[in-house]
């Protein structure tokens, strides 16, 4: 069955540590690739996304992720982290137009 | 430009009532979604609008689930009778073209007693 694999249930970090989160899909084809955010009592937003091109996104707030076909993967990155970057981080993974699959979310603590 | 609006924010019911969520999504967006977000997991789809016709509901439980988009806009999604297991919150998006971004509504809270 397809599913998206997020590999981090909870991560606690420091102010100015670096970040990875790891995510994995199973889609055999082409597919388009997203993380959202979701900021305590707030909706669920866009981070950023990939659908063709340079496979290393840019996104908002300082946010990168890098598809790595190969790999089946769109790791989510930051230099480092604010303590404003305390928030659940989810990857979603869609095949053309429907079918949008997200993965069980990553809850990121970042301590001042 | 106005968000993704859904209403009630909250909503406690006991089991085997039933109840309705309304959305209205944002402005000529024509793809509208239903998801359900359990506590701990990732949104899970339920329902797929395209205008007013249905794309995809296969993770629908159309024995207690339904949902309606009758003219293209608006659209809500009912459960009729309502179990313990149905207690999430339930995420209406939007987005245009398909494929691309949703954009997320605040949710409504649903407890099932």
């Known amino acids: 069955a397809q599913s998206v694999s997020q590999h981090n249930h909870h991560v606690i970090l420091s102010e100015a540590a670096s970040l990875e989160l790891g995510c994995n899909y199973s889609?055999?084809?082409?597919?388009?690739l997203f993380w959202y955010v979701q900021y305590p009592g707030q909706h669920l937003q866009l981070l950023l996304k990939y659908f063709s091109g340079d496979p290393l996104v840019k996104g908002i707030k300082g946010f990168e992720a890098e598809f790595i076909k190969s790999k089946f993967s769109f790791n989510l990155r930051k230099p480092s982290v604010q303590w404003s970057d305390t928030a659940e981080y989810f990857c979603a993974v869609n095949e053309g137009n429907n079918d949008m699959r997200f993965g069980a979310g990553t809850r990121l603590t970042v301590k001042p | 430009e106005a968000g993704v609006a859904q209403s009630p924010r909250y909503k406690i019911i006991e089991k085997r009532q039933s109840v309705a969520f309304w959305c209205n999504p944002i402005?000529?967006?024509?793809?509208l979604y239903w998801y359900q977000q359990i506590l701990g997991q990732g949104p899970k789809l339920l329902i797929q609008?395209?205008?007013?016709?249905?794309?995809?509901d296969s993770q629908l439980p159309k024995d207690r689930f339904s949902a309606e988009r009758l003219k293209g806009v608006d659209s809500t999604l009912k459960i009729q009778p309502a179990k313990l297991e149905d207690s999430a919150v339930y995420l209406c998006?939007?987005?245009?073209?398909?494929?691309?971004?949703?954009?997320f509504g605040p949710g409504t809270r649903l407890t099932v007693l």
């Open positions: 998006a939007s987005s245009h073209p398909s494929w691309d971004t949703q954009y």
């Open positions: 402005s000529g967006h024509a793809t």
């Open positions: 609008f395209q205008n007013n016709g249905v794309v995809d």
């Open positions: 889609y055999g084809g082409t597919v388009n």
